[in-house]
């Protein structure tokens, strides 16, 4: 495989870092506005000062402070900053789960005691005490082990190695066809060759889940077919959009035609972490469609331009262009109309439509995307979120929308759980379901 490019060191770690605070802080802000989350964990995810390691004496920016058998430490323990940072904030505002079990056994409002025991075997502070750890027999059987997991790939990302794995390849040579099924078969087929363990499986699939979920519920060997989520409504959709692409095809040898062509626009409404994301990083949705050319917009009240960008239009290569709206798209929709079903997609990454404070929020403006007639995914952190979501879409425009993808598992889902400060019995996956919906009465017309 030729170029690569993207490779995160650890001097390149404010962007990452950032991406990572903005995606906890959006599962924090979501259940924040339910009342029960309320701190910002931007902070957790700023770059240590190099002096700041306890390990080694070397002040140096890129030298190495773990080693890959060393990745485990209890996060009072950590020798990185940010992570018994970590550990502090989960001590004030986490929660005792046997606590609050034993109040609701009691028929008390929940109530716990701030957890300053610390799991020996994920490292996480827990419960309040040994003797509530050793009562809770919940927190061994399977959350325990993906704490571990997790304090291993926090410690790993913050290593200071080098991480290959996010040197990604460059664009698929045409006699090779990319398969869609999952991770795996992507990952193979597309010669990502320094992904070698589960660990960087992990760290990868986090950021492009993003990119590759867009592409792969557009591109033509989609894994959502009739037989797999899609419906009849479903089908219409995405053989409009995939006639536009199909275009783009045929005309790729000829100079005048791709003059002409109308760029497919991939609109991503409520966008946060995944506007931050490097943007290099959306070549690999470029490359599952080599020949279209794609504007990506990026809407929402806080969608930022990734780090270090203050520009509002990046123009990644010839064929793909980042745009970045910072408003809401009911109140932007004037700056994209007219809409073509042919050309135009809507994604909208867990955007917690069903949430009872963001609910009224998002009405005005899934009123403007069933006005559209316009395909549109969206995703969520896990099946109550999805459901949430979906149920709350039915009552509000049952009557106006046309399911086009039933509720389903995404195969292309970041594989790492991010935990919730106050309660590290909750977890989010992102982009863990998908679901596509649209205005009704639409009609699939042939292109003249
Ligand atoms: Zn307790
Ligand atoms: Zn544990």
């Not at 995810?45 to 030298?63: M, Y």
């Not at 003797?131 to 990302?157: F, I, P, T, V």
């Not at 053989?239 to 536009?244: G, H, K, V």
């Not at 400060?421 to 989010?428: M, P, T, V």
């Amino acid at each position: 495989m030729s170029a690569s490019r993207g490779i995160f060191v650890p001097g390149r770690w404010p962007t990452q870092g950032r991406l990572y605070a903005l995606q906890l802080c959006r599962a924090d802000n979501r259940a924040a506005a339910g009342g029960k989350r309320c701190i910002s964990l931007k902070s957790l995810f700023t770059p240590s000062p190099p002096s700041d390691a306890v390990h080694g004496s070397s002040t140096k920016r890129h030298r190495v402070l773990l080693k890959p058998n060393d990745l485990f430490h209890p996060l009072s323990k950590s020798p990185i900053k940010e992570m018994r940072e970590k550990g502090i904030l989960i001590q004030q505002h986490g929660c005792c789960a046997t606590c609050v079990e034993e109040t609701a056994k009691a028929g008390k409002p929940a109530a716990t005691r701030e957890p300053h025991f610390e799991c020996p075997d994920c490292g996480y502070p827990t419960h309040c005490s040994e003797k509530h750890w050793g009562e809770d027999k919940s927190h061994g059987k399977e959350l325990c082990g993906y704490l571990r997991e997790a304090n291993e790939d926090e410690h790993d990302l913050r290593s200071g190695r080098t991480l290959r794995e996010f040197e990604f390849p460059s664009a698929q040579l045409p006699e090779i066809v990319v398969n869609l099924s999952n991770w795996d078969s992507f990952l193979y087929t597309r010669s990502f060759t320094n992904i070698n363990s589960n660990r960087a499986m992990r760290h990868v699939s986090k950021v492009l889940t993003y990119p590759v979920t867009m592409g792969a519920t557009i591109h033509q060997y989609s894994p959502f077919t009739l037989k797999n989520g899609l419906t009849p409504e479903g089908l219409k959709s995405m053989t409009a959009l995939r006639t536009t692409i199909k275009e783009h095809d045929l005309a790729r040898s000829e100079k005048e035609l791709v003059m002409q062509q109308m760029p497919l626009r991939v609109f991503v409404l409520g966008a946060r972490a995944e506007a931050m994301l490097p943007p290099h990083l959306y070549l690999q949705l470029a490359y599952l469609l080599p020949n279209s050319p794609i504007h990506v917009y990026f809407v929402g009240p806080e969608c930022i331009p990734s780090a270090d960008e203050a520009r509002s239009t990046i123009v990644v290569s010839t064929r793909l262009v980042l745009k970045y709206h910072k408003s809401f798209f009911h109140d932007a929709i004037w700056n994209f109309a007219p809409f073509d079903p042919f050309t135009d997609v809507f994604f909208m990454f867990s955007p917690g439509i069903g949430h009872p404070k963001a609910r009224g929020g998002w009405q005005p403006t899934v009123e403007k995307l069933l006005e559209t007639k316009c395909a549109v995914f969206a995703t969520g952190f896990h099946e109550r979120d999805m459901q949430t979501d979906v149920r709350a879409l039915n009552e509000d425009f049952g009557d106006k929308m046309d399911w086009l993808l039933e509720p389903r598992e995404n195969p292309f889902a970041s594989l790492k759980r991010d935990f919730g400060i106050r309660n590290l019995r909750e977890w989010a996956i992102s982009n863990w379901g998908i679901y596509g919906f649209r205005g009704k009465r639409y009609e699939v017309q042939s292109k003249q």
